[in-house]
């Protein structure tokens, strides 16, 4: 792990605790103070409307205004030899790509009309410009590395999984041209629950690095607007218990409350897709076969008068997937016909539900294969498959952690030793049928770092048990995202609730240390056992044997090979 070239950000806690930071004395270069904008509450804010200003008070825009009276830039010795220059504000998040030049950036959740257009547009822009005796430093590549089936340690170290590469983009790095070249831009777009957000990402500065010149933008006032949106707000769609988690994350969220969506459209819908023709807009909420019988087909709105169903394709993030059609032989859909698909649920930011595409090709399509299970001669019975069990809930939303773009910005909770009822935190984990074999089980614990303390490396310190019993520590440094690794003895591990802890410890000599976590996984051994007349487990081709399924119901038991 590149311990010295992490970054190291302003801390930016939960209970609404704005911590006060220094940089170190070996910073050479000073603060830079913009004397004239410290009037105003420094940060990103939302302006109240004021008389003539007509389509702010009509909720047709919101008014944005950054105030940036202070940066740093602190000299640092880059991968490549060269010495950078790397700029800060404090509590900001950073813009650019890996390899650009990094620059700090706020960015702000707006809700946004559901069918809007939504502009931007910078409408104040106060602007120094200063010269500079090396470049700004690029932005980092996290590098994740997989340690799965390599040794795992007794105390774990994040280090092992991810650290910072830092490579600048040469190209860019010899353009004459100031970037970024918007100081204002929607960065990306979504749902939260019903609620259609953009964020806004306001960047107040920018840099030529042919003449090293930085525009430095004390003060920004942005516009930004929403073109066709509707002229009679709609009643306010409640959301219970997320409600609290939308008022901490939009910006607008009394204005954007009337702008609400209807419920996503029912799981079967046909949609009529440009160029492509008709197709059938499947909602797949949760892993598993589906089945799909022609009077499904029909009631969405599929006409299969003269549809060759050797035609059908099935889609999935572009990539076609294979289904099964029972009765196709004959060319055409008959009323018993069904068919079947093997389904997954994705894991984003904003839904579980993935959405698969059905429609009509110019060649068959591509179809399960079918191959023969009956027993050929000899083999072992495993006692047990591996499997994995993720817990993850999603209740905080932070807009500038992590720092990268398409990041997963939601967390379950966090810890924080200022406080000693936050500094161990308990899991429940529902484990089935685990196997009494001689075995190592592991643990995965995804953290977010958010306190920072220059004066100590690393500053999290972090201790993992599993019933009670020791299985590892991790420690780590700054506002770095960690996965913690732990491997430990499956005799652990008791049939049903287990309890995993977190415990933070408070040895590191920071003055504080609190992270986020995002979710947990629990990956062991389980005996082939079935629940509700149904198992499911993966085979291990390179290694062919016999599996014996148990207690299905009566009639139901089978193995195979």
């Known amino acids: 792990m590149i311990q010295n070239h992490r970054l190291q950000w302003i801390s930016h806690l939960l209970l609404s605790l704005l911590l006060g930071f220094t940089w170190s004395n070996t910073i050479l270069l000073p603060m830079v103070q913009a004397e004239d904008v410290t009037d105003g509450e420094a ?31 602190k000299p640092w010795a880059g991968d490549d030899g060269r010495t950078y220059l790397r700029l800060r504000v404090a509590d900001y998040g950073t813009a650019g790509q890996a390899g650009q030049p990094e620059l700090p950036a706020k960015r702000a959740l707006l809700g946004v009309p559901p069918e809007a257009q939504v502009e931007v547009k910078v409408i104040t822009a106060e602007q120094r410009s200063i010269s500079l005796d090396h470049d700004l430093a690029p932005a980092p590549k996290a590098v994740t590395r997989d340690r799965k089936g390599g040794a795992l340690d007794p105390l774990v170290q994040c280090g092992g999984e991810t650290e910072l590469q830092f490579a600048r983009d040469e190209a860019l790095y010899r353009q004459d041209a100031f970037f970024p070249s918007e100081l204002a831009r929607i960065a990306r777009e979504g749902y939260l629950r019903d609620q259609r957000f953009v964020q806004v990402e306001l960047t107040p500065f920018q840099y030529n690095p042919t003449h090293r010149e930085l525009r430095y933008y004390p003060l920004l006032r942005v516009q930004v607007r929403f073109v066709g949106s509707p002229s009679t707000p709609l009643p306010p769609r409640p959301e219970g218990p997320f409600e609290t988690v939308l008022a901490g994350a939009i910006l607008n969220y009394e204005q954007a409350r009337a702008w609400r969506s209807p419920p996503a459209p029912a799981p079967l819908q046909a949609v009529g897709q440009e160029g492509e023709g008709p197709a059938l807009r499947i909602g797949v909420p949760a892993e598993g076969l589906y089945q799909l019988t022609t009077a499904d087909l029909k009631g969405a709105g599929l006409d299969l008068t003269t549809l060759d169903p050797h035609h059908l394709q099935l889609t999935a993030g572009g990539e076609e997937m294979a289904i099964q059609i029972l009765g196709e032989e004959d060319g055409r859909f008959d009323p018993d016909d069904v068919l079947r698909f093997y389904g997954q649920a994705t894991n984003s930011r904003f839904t579980d539900t993935n959405i698969y595409w059905l429609r009509v090709g110019s060649a068959p399509g591509r179809r399960m294969g079918v191959r023969d299970g009956s027993p050929a001669g000899g083999g072992t019975v495993p006692q047990s498959y591996e499997t994995t069990v993720h817990l993850e809930e999603n209740h905080i939303y932070l807009t500038d952690l992590p720092w990268q773009e398409e990041a997963d910005h939601w967390f379950w909770n966090y810890y924080d030793t200022k406080y000693s009822f936050l500094r161990t935190l308990n899991y429940i984990m529902a484990i089935d049928a685990p196997t009494t074999e001689v075995i190592s089980a592991t643990l995965r614990v995804q953290f977010q770092g958010s306190s920072s303390d220059t004066t100590v490396d690393p500053d999290h310190h972090v201790q993992l048990r599993v019933n009670g019993q020791w299985v590892g520590e991790v420690r780590w440094d700054g506002r770095q995202p960690c996965v913690a690794w732990a491997s430990f003895p499956q005799s652990y591990l008791v049939e049903g609730e287990n309890t995993i802890t977190v415990e933070a410890l408070t040895d590191t000599g920071a003055k504080s240390d609190s992270s986020y976590i995002d979710w947990l996984e629990l990956e062991y051994h389980r005996a082939y056992v079935a629940r509700g007349s149904a198992l499911t487990f993966g085979l291990d081709e390179a290694a062919p044997g016999m599996w014996a399924a148990l207690a299905f119901r009566p009639g139901r038991s089978s193995s195979t090979t």
């Open 43 to 73: 940060g990103l804010s939302m302006l109240q409307p004021v008389p003539g200003q007509a389509r702010v008070a009509d909720g047709s825009e919101v008014l944005l205004e950054l105030r940036t009276p202070s940066y740093t830039l």
